[in-house]
């Protein structure tokens, strides 16, 4: 490799980017990845957020990763590997887990398929793929599975919003009525042969991933079918403010290698009855000694907005804990945040404030999520 | 875009519209367009002196804040203050939209500015609309 290439970054594009660009998407660089953070077409973050809250909106959520286990120690490689029980999945569940180090802090989230008997999907960040696929693949070695990363095989498309499942049925031959939330089918879409369709997502609403044929052309006849049967496109700005509305961590923000699960309230997706996995014993000493900081909820009482990063004050001014996420909130017409506090000052309904621009900014500790979908009634 | 000829730009994306001593400042709209939904702007009070070239207030979208840059030094003797309730009109009309008024402190401070034919080729070469 030359010195060129070397320093010159490699960024990576799905095989949706050409799309993308012809709709006049605005483009961002996200770990590493080309993508849409907003499509003016659709009206901006606003309006994609306010689709997918009350009709259906798409992502390209291709730089997502795959990971695959297969083989017949597929399910001791998982267990051994993340944090939740895997062994309580039938074929055809999916669970919220992590991948965690030695010392109890997070390699990655994911979602944990069991797509056959001995086969398990992961789905990872796009920001860890190399990360974790490494790191799966050198602490699974004892174990009879094979561990494939299949990232680039798939353009991966998530569906999202309470009309959501009324738009699939129109491109699929799958009972979608039949797949509860966290359960996969597989079936035709859009022609395709099966399609694996996981009825997951990441904005807090019910919805769809399906994982078609990475190909350009393939994916971008799938891709421009979901818009004709009436899906808003969305990028990742309302990606972001749709996951934050519903409080599900973002790598690096709410976890990352130095915030163990208990900090991070995952407590009831790390599941301490199973006798093993990495990082279980460091989560023992650090559940018997208690927490420095726990994540909170924060809503803004005064006009301001708490950014990621931005310090978290007692009312002395003392400096105490940091942002993590923090916008407005389109659907809840509020200003939010997440932050790490010590857990003395976790206390609902307590006052601290934000620093924002050298000033004290009040926000009230708030339960969350923030949102929470309405029950089908 | 056609940006309007009796206003002086900045290449911080800034306009500024003189009336006599006095002058009218905003944001422009290729300033908005990057910005996306508008929904929060930090504004100074009246009676603040604002330095040309120093920033004067910030502006924030849903995805990104931004500090705004005086195109002018002056006082300010207005703030408008229908944009705290109602961001979102600096995108529909970011040169309609104007945030503070200035008592100018001196005029032939615009000279140096950008003219509306100027601040487009700028605006092109940066890659805009």
């Keep these: 490799m030359s010195a060129l290439e070397a320093t010159t970054p490699n960024i990576r594009k799905t095989a ?27 009206g901006g973050i606003i309006a994609e957020h306010m689709a997918v809250r009350t009709a259906v909106g798409v992502f390209d959520v291709s730089h997502m990763g795959d990971i695959r286990l297969t083989g017949p120690e597929a399910l001791g490689a998982v267990q051994h590997i993340s944090m939740n029980d895997a062994s309580r999945l039938a074929i055809g569940q999916a669970q919220y887990s992590a991948l965690l180090y030695p010392q109890g802090t997070f390699v990655d ?7 056959a008997e001995d086969d398990y999907l992961l789905v990872i960040n796009a920001g860890t793929r190399e990360k974790d696929f ?9 174990f009879n599975c094979r561990v494939e990363n299949i990232s680039d095989d798939f353009t991966q498309i998530a569906i999202q919003g309470p009309r959501a499942a009324e738009l699939l049925e129109t491109l699929t031959d799958a009972r979608l009525g039949e797949v509860r ?3 996969v089918t597989r079936g035709t879409v859009c022609g395709l042969r099966d399609i694996l369709i996981a009825r997951t997502g990441y904005t807090g609403e019910d919805g769809f991933e399906i994982y078609v044929p990475a190909d350009e052309g393939t994916s971008a006849r799938v891709w421009n079918q979901i818009l004709q049967a009436g899906a808003v496109a969305c990028g990742l700005g309302a990606r972001n403010t749709l996951r934050l509305e519903s409080r599900l961590p973002l790598y690096e923000h709410e976890i990352s290698d130095t915030i163990n699960v208990w900090e991070a309230g995952l407590d009831r997706f790390c599941k301490m009855a199973k006798p093993e996995f990495v990082g279980r014993e460091a989560l023992e000493r650090a559940r018997t000694a208690g927490v420095k900081r726990t994540l909170v909820g924060l809503e803004m009482v005064e006009r301001g907005i708490a950014r990621d990063g931005y310090k978290i004050l007692a009312d002395d001014g003392r400096e105490i804990g940091y942002v993590t996420s923090g916008s407005p909130a389109p659907f809840l017409k509020k ?5 790490y506090v010590p857990p003395e000052f976790s206390r609902e309904g307590s006052t601290l404030k934000v620093e924002i621009r050298g000033q004290g900014v009040a926000a009230r500790v708030v339960p969350t999520p923030f949102y929470k979908r309405p029950k089908k009634g | 875009m056609a940006y309007p000829a009796d ?8 306009w500024i519209k ?8 905003g944001i422009t709209h290729y300033a908005q367009e990057s910005l996306g939904d508008i929904v929060f702007v930090d504004m100074p009070k009246v009676g603040t002196e604002l330095t040309a070239g120093k920033t004067f207030g910030s502006i924030e979208s849903v995805k990104a804040v931004s500090d705004l840059y005086a195109p002018a030094s002056g006082t300010v003797t207005e703030v408008n203050g229908d944009l705290a309730t109602a961001p979102e009109r600096i995108n529909k009309d970011a040169h309609g939209s104007w945030l503070v008024k200035l008592k100018l402190k ?8 950008l003219s509306a034919a100027d601040y487009e080729k700028f605006v092109a070469e940066e890659g805009g609309p």
Excluded: C
Excluded at chain 1, 17 to 30: D, P, S
Excluded at chain 1, 31 to 39: A, I, L, S, T
Excluded at chain 1, 109 to 115: A, E, M, S
Excluded at chain 2, 18 to 25: C, F, H, R
């Design chain 2, 18 to 25: 003189p009336d006599g001593g006095t002058a009218s400042i």
């Design chain 1, 335 to 339: 200003n939010i945040a997440l932050a």
């Design chain 1, 109 to 115: 989230d994911v979602i944990v398929h069991r797509l």
């Design chain 2, 106 to 113: 001196d005029p032939a401070e615009l000279g140096s500015l």
């Design chain 1, 134 to 142: 490494n790191w799966v693949r050198d602490n699974t070695r004892e």
């Design chain 2, 7 to 14: 206003l002086k730009y900045t290449k911080e994306h800034e």
């Design chain 1, 16 to 42: 949706l980017n050409a799309v993308h660009r012809q709709m006049g998407a605005k483009m961002v660089q996200f770990n590493g990845w080309d993508m849409p953070v907003e499509y003016p077409s659709s």
């Design chain 1, 181 to 183: 939330f966290y359960w």
